[in-house]
Each structure stands twice: as C-alpha cells, then as structure tokens.
C-alpha cells in the first residue's frame, strides 16, 4: 500500500536563513497516514532540522495547525489521501498566515492568546454558588452555548482571516468564538463587560463576514454564525 | 538565567493547573509547561468524570471507593481510594461552579452515565456514577481549569522543557528548564516543586497517548535519585483505534456498545457475564488478546474486534459520541452508524510513577519519608489509588483530588519555611545532558539516529512488554534495552541550530522514554505474578502472599536499574478477594 508522496515545504530558519524559501521532499507513505505521518517520516529520517508543533496527534490539541494545499488545517486531521498525496499530487505546506514566523512551520502564537485572555473567558457570576451542589442549568439551554465549547485554540480561524492577517489589533475568530461561549451561557453574568469589548473598533465589527473560519475549523465550529449572533446580542442589547 | 519562585509547578493540564490554582494569591507562584497549557494531553481524556453524586440513581462514595480497590487488583492504597472517592463529589460540584459544561439531566443537574467496573452495592450491576461533558470531557476540564488560571493571573513558561530536579541538604529546591524557543537553559531556585507532566505511552507503538508524553518528570526525578513505583503496572485501553491506537471511549460502551469478534460473536459476556462489556480495561484487553490468540479475531490477519455502535441509534451517538464517531470517519473512513469500528488495545495510562502520600508529598522509600518541598500529582505520581489497574474516568478524579491536595500542601509548606540555597554547581547535570546531545550534531563517529532508536523501542516494548508478558519476553526487553541504551550515547543530530531544536528536544524526551522502559520491564520481571495490568502467562495467579506489595525501582548512577524494593499495601477496609465480574 505504500506510495511515494512529494512534499513541498515551506523552510524557514531565523539563524541561517534571511527570508523563507520552499524545499522539496519525496517519503514513502500510506494512503491512510496523517500528513503528520509524514512530517514526522522527513523529520526522523531525512532532515533532523525540520521543524513543527504536534502533540495529540488527533486533532484535539490544536498544536500542528498550517496552511496545507493553502487551507489551514491540522496535519493531524488530513490523511495523504485526502488531498490526493497517493496519486501523485504534490502537497504544498506552509505556516499560517496572520501571525510572525520563528522558525519553519512554527509560529507566535503568544499574541493570539493574549487576544483570548482578552475576553475575560472564565465564568463570571457574581452570587454565591450552591454551598454543596451543582448551579442547574437545563439541557436545552446547555445546548445553546455547545458548538463554542468544542475550540481548541488552535489559530486556524484567525489565520484563515483576511481582516485578522490586515490588522494586527483585531482579536479575530477565536478570541470571539470563547466570548460566545461564554455570552450564552446561562449561568454567566458577564456578558456586558465582553459586548462592550467587543463592541469597540476591533472587534466584532471588523468581521467581514467571508466564512473561512468557518471553513477552517478543524472543529466543525460555526464560526461565522457565532460572530453573527454576538453582533444581534450586542445591537438587541442597545 | 535565574528565577526566583515560592513554587514552580512542572506541567499544566489537570493535575498542574488544580494545583497551582491552590497556591496563586498564597505564594508566588510559576508554572512552567513543554506545551501551551491548552495542548496538555488532559485534553485528549472523552468519557467523563465519576463522582457518586447520585444524580439519577442512588450511589454513595463508599461503593465508589470499593470499585476503585477491587479495580486495582487490591494494590490500590485503600486510605489513597478513600480519598479519591469522597473529595471527587466536591471537586466536581467546584468545577460546575468554575463554569465547566457538563451535559445535563431534565431537572437541571449534572448528568451521570455508566463507565466500566464502576458498580452499585459492591459490584451488583453498574451503576451511573460518571459525569460528562459530550465524549470531550477531559478537554472541558483542561479548558476550565486554564480559564480559572488567566482570571488568577498564573505566571505561566509555555514551552518550556523541565531538565533537572535540584536537591540540597535534603530538601528539594528547584528545577532547571530549557526554553525550547531559545535553546536557553533556566534555573528556577524555589521552595517547592510539584511535578504534574503526566505519562509516558510513547513507549509502545501502539497508543492513544500524546507524543508529548515521554515520561521526562519521572525520568527526572529518577535521575535524582528518586524512586519509581509501580512502573509495570501500565494499563491497555481495551478501544483503540485498529493500527494507530487513537482512544475510543470506554462510554461508548457505557451507552450501550459492544464488542464483536470475528465470528459477530459478543465475546465479553463469556469471559464477564455480569458487566459483559463493561468489564475493567485489563479485563477486555486480555479477552481480546485471547479472541485473537485462538483465531477468532477480524479482517484478513484475524488481529482485531470490532465496536459496535451502530444499534445506539444516531440520535445517540450524535449528542453523546460524536468526537470519537468522527475519529472513524477521519482515521479509518469507517461510518459508525451503519457498521463495526475496527480497534485493538492501545497502551494508555501509567498506574505507576512518582510515589507520593495522600497529601501529594513525594516519597523516597518503603518508610514512605518525604522529600521535603517536592510534590507530584496526576499521571506522574502513583499515590497508589490505581493499583494495577485504573478504573475509566478515575484519571480525571485523580487529577482534581490530588492536584489541588499537592497544591494545597504545597502551598502550606512554603508559607512555614525558609530558604534553602541551590547546591553548588546546580546547573552541571543539565549542561552535561545538553552537551552530550548537542555534540551528537558535529560528531561524525556518532551516528545512530534517534528515530530508529524510538521505532526499535515501541515495537519491542509492544511484542514484549505489553498485555501478556512472560520470564523469556521480559528477559529479551532487559537485553534491548542495554543495547539501546548503548546506541543512544552515539546518538547523531544533524540541527546545530538553538532556537526551536525540536530534534534536540526529541532526543531529550527519547532519553527519557528508555528511563522509565526500563523501570517497568524490570519491574514485571521481578513481579511473578498475575494481577491487573500485569498479566503473566508462566505465573497466571495472584500471590497476595509475596506480591501484595508495591515496587520501588531505585536508579543506577550510570543508568540502568540499581534496586528493587517493596513497599506494603495500606489495606482499611476491603480485604483482598478473588476479583469476578
């Protein structure tokens, strides 16, 4: 079952290199291996040198997002033959846009999560919890909040974003979609102080409304439809 | 560069993120992680979390802490169980009200659904005791609980890489890491360590675990002269994912799926006939393991089983299964609703490790005497609340009891003491390690690669350290293990550079990984019996008579194993019986 599968990578490294160029490779891989798989095949065996976040290798870490065939996915999540790698089709992988290189297909992600601190993401409620029992919330209104409780930070929204990648300032998809999981949860009370964040310049209003992170999310998350439902809250609100 | 810090915690997922929890706003506290703490593997946990809340059927924490020992094959420290058993109520009910979303039952209350070998009175039949979030329960907790730390403004190192414990005069006071973005090695000098950095199923080339999880907080305080207890007892997930050994979750049994072997017979009712499936995890791994040995297995090699679903009904598997329904689809492009998931054992979670008291305090022997200022808590540390067998969803209990226990002693301790100075020369052991592996970059005589020594690892470790083990397997590992631990002092790195060296990284983690493979083979070696995870077909019985104690394996100045020695059993109220389901 074994094929030759061609990558085509995106090199960077900030001690030797002045700007970013593509290299080439040709492994051996399963129609059925992750493009992880893959990665990890040149990396063991052919350049010790390159170099990629991964961890759970399942798509529920969220660390090995990139831009592969120029669509953020995870390389967890993408089989080599689901974008035709097994039948000779070259498999293009870069970093994500939007966010500083430091090193291959590693980028900064500190500035995306300062965004999501931004949004205050943690319960806010100011009474006092049961002394011994669970706050209740009913199953339909639990419901109401679960798409956004599915992000894993991973990034591909935002950097799949053409707003995110224009302005360094705006908090993007992710930061926005944990707002809303908070925003609809029924046991918060913090839904004003995050409408009013992200009701200012770079916020919400900066969405274009394009739908690549819906596109992107390697969590089935509707993103767009999120951003969407905080905006109504925001203008019923006022 | 140097860090001063009342505490430094090592690792956030559950265990380190509950801990520093504890000492933020007591202390001046850091957690320093290899990852960004929403990429810990506690992430990955799907099914749930038990607690006997008794929220849709009658349950009290005593049954819980009984399933628990029995669970364990009566190696788990009973006083460890009763702890477990009546904190996790309050834990959970803290969590609720930190925001974690549990799934919830029509009058409002957190919902609770069936998991394996958790039983009502005793082990009459099983009982709802674990309460969820989706299948993605352990990625609530982890999301929470590193909520919960940016609104107590934790100091976090992301991406830091935990090199040395340092010890002076007796007490423990810091560690030193290496930032993976600069290559830079860091000293934090503190007044206690509480090491949370989980386990190490990278080991075996089948498993669900994370490839972060290379065992280094173990390695590291082996390496300090630390024992490691109980390494051979490390559990195989009955559902793994045929081939890749991606977690399936024990809840999709505990919704009602089952298990079919090649002939589309449910094989566990023969083996279980009172839990069937829902047996604990050694248990349906080894009938598994039988179903295949005697050619019953599926798919042209006869070397898997298959997990039903399909009869659940997709309503079901939509609103309770749905991540691990999509790992088929993903993975295998297999469509649960309509046929069988191929899957096999997958190596999963390490009973053993850093041996600790029920305060989380580190233990150096079989008085248990503490090291004063050094804690461990979650996957790292063995408490014993496992035993030689981990009940499903007692990992998470586990994390949150003794997390916030280790934190909370933690916290106590270094508001009553002093200063300790860092020993002389504190960073010589670090600089040694670094060194050695960097050379391996220019060093043409040097040239074993450290993917074939990984690869020759996992697939050793799985031939013969895995589900069934015998005198003749368990040998030929000790003999591996020399070789490769000979092979990995030529190693050869071909990335010179210091920023973002993940290969260096990887031999770092690699080195680790042989540490604690070599403690567990010893381990089972010397254990000539059978119970929980530690199953041996040349000793098939228990010996409470000699083996009802646990191992602590003592390092070897220059690598290998030095001693074994044994530490009893805290028995309270269950006396060991013959294990039934």
Avoid at chain 1, 79 to 96: A, C, F, S, Y
Avoid at chain 2, 76 to 87: K, S
Avoid at chain 2, 97 to 117: A, S, V, W, Y
Avoid at chain 2, 280 to 291: G, K, Y
Wanted: some cysteine.
């Amino acid at each position: 079952m074994a094929t030759q599968v061609t990558l085509k990578i995106l090199r960077y490294d900030p001690e030797k290199d002045k700007k970013a160029h593509f290299e080439t490779y040709e492994v051996e891989a399963d129609p059925l291996d992750r493009i992880l798989d893959v990665l990890n095949t040149v990396k063991w065996y052919k350049d010790g040198s390159l170099t990629y976040r991964r961890s759970c290798a399942h798509g529920v870490c969220g660390s090995d997002a990139m831009r592969i065939n120029g669509r953020n996915r995870l390389a967890c999540k993408v089989l080599v033959r689901d974008v035709g790698g097994d039948t000779g089709k070259k498999i293009q992988i870069e970093p994500m846009l939007g966010f500083k290189i430091l090193r291959d297909l590693v980028v900064d992600m500190d500035p995306f999560f300062e965004k999501y601190k931004s949004i205050k993401p943690y319960l806010i409620n100011y009474e006092d919890a049961p002394a011994s029992s669970e706050r209740l919330q009913s199953a339909e209104d639990r419901e109401i909040f679960d798409e956004t409780t599915k992000c894993i930070l991973c990034g591909a929204c935002s950097g799949s974003c053409p707003p995110y990648w224009s302005n360094q300032d705006f908090i993007g998809p992710a930061a926005i979609v944990n707002a809303h999981r908070f925003i609809f949860d029924s046991r918060d009370q913090g839904s004003d102080e995050r409408l009013a964040i992200l009701g200012q310049g770079e916020g919400v209003f900066r969405c274009r409304t394009v739908y690549n992170c819906t596109d992107a999310c390697p969590r089935d998350i509707p993103v767009t439809k999120a951003i969407e439902q905080i905006r109504r809250a925001m203008l019923y609100n006022r | 560069m140097y860090h001063k810090y009342d505490a430094v915690v090592v690792g956030a997922g559950g265990a380190g993120l509950m801990a520093a929890l504890q000492l933020v706003g007591k202390a001046n506290v850091a957690c320093i992680t290899k990852l960004y703490p929403s990429r810990s593997h506690t992430g990955a946990a799907q099914g749930g979390i038990c607690a006997a809340l008794g929220n849709t059927e009658e349950d009290h924490w005593e049954w819980h802490m009984f399933d628990t020992v029995k669970g364990g094959d009566y190696l788990t420290d009973q006083d460890a169980a009763e702890v477990l058993a009546r904190d996790a109520v309050e834990r959970i009910i803290e969590m609720e009200h930190m925001g974690l979303p549990f799934n919830r039952t029509p009058e409002g209350k957190i919902d609770q659904r069936r998991f394996g070998g958790h039983t009502r009175n005793y082990g009459e039949g099983p009982v709802r005791r674990s309460c969820f979030a989706a299948d993605r329960t352990g990625h609530m907790i982890l999301q929470t609980l590193y909520q919960q730390g940016i609104k107590e403004n934790v100091t976090f190192y992301n991406e830091f890489h935990v090199m040395d414990l340092l010890i002076n005069n007796g007490r423990c006071v810091g560690v030193t890491a290496m930032e993976v973005k600069t290559g830079e090695l860091h000293t934090f000098h503190t007044k206690a360590v509480i090491f949370a950095t989980g386990g190490y199923g990278r080991a075996w080339r089948v498993t669900s675990n994370a490839h972060a999880c290379t065992g280094d907080g173990m390695a590291v305080a082996y390496r300090a002269g630390i024992p490691l207890m109980d390494m051979e007892m490390y559990q195989f997930h009955p559902t793994g994912l045929y081939r890749i050994g991606i977690l399936l979750s024990e809840a999709a049994r505990g919704e009602g799926g089952i298990l079919r072997n090649g002939n589309g017979e449910r094989f566990c009712e023969r083996y279980a006939p009172t839990l069937k499936d829902l047996a604990p995890r050694d248990m349906v791994s080894r009938f598994i393991a039988q179903e295949i040995r005697e050619g019953r297995g599926a798919g042209p090699n006869k070397d898997f089983v298959y997990l039903h679903v399909d009869h659940l009904g997709k309503e079901v598997i939509d609103s309770k299964l749905p991540d691990i329904t999509d790992f088929a689809r993903t993975y295998l492009h297999v469509e649960p609703y309509t046929e069988g998931v191929p899957i096999q054992p997958t190596a999963h979670y390490a009973m053993g490790g850093i041996p600790t008291n029920i305060d989380g305090e580190v233990i150096l022997d079989e008085k248990s005497t503490v090291l004063p200022g050094c804690y461990a808590a979650g996957e790292v540390a063995c408490v014993s609340v496992h035993g030689a067998n981990r009940l499903g969803t007692n990992s998470l209990v586990d994390l949150v009891v003794f997390g916030k226990r280790a934190g909370l002693k933690a916290a106590e301790y270094v508001q009553k003491n002093d200063w300790e100075s860092l020993p002389a020369h504190h960073e010589t052991r670090s600089n040694e390690l670094l060194g050695f592996v960097n050379a391996g970059a220019n060093d043409t005589r040097r040239t074993e690669i450290a993917g074939d020594i990984r690869k020759e690892l996992q697939n050793k470790m799985q031939d013969w350290v895995s589900i069934v083990r015998n005198d003749t397997s368990l040998n030929n590992m000790m003999t591996k293990l020399s070789e490769l631990r000979e092979r990995y002092g030529r190693l050869r790195l071909q990335d010179t550079g210091n920023k973002f060296n993940t290969e260096r990284l990887e031999a770092l983690e690699l080195g680790a990984l042989l540490e604690c493979a070599e403690a567990t083979t010893k381990g089972a070696l010397e254990r000539k019996e059978s119970r929980g995870a530690q199953y041996r077909d040349d000793y098939e019985n228990r010996d409470d008579v000699n083996f009802l104690a646990h191992t602590m394996a003592y390092r070897a100045e220059n690598g290998g194993v030095k001693e074994l020695r044994y530490k009893p059993v805290v028995i309270t109220r269950f006396q060991p019986k013959e294990r039934k389901y």
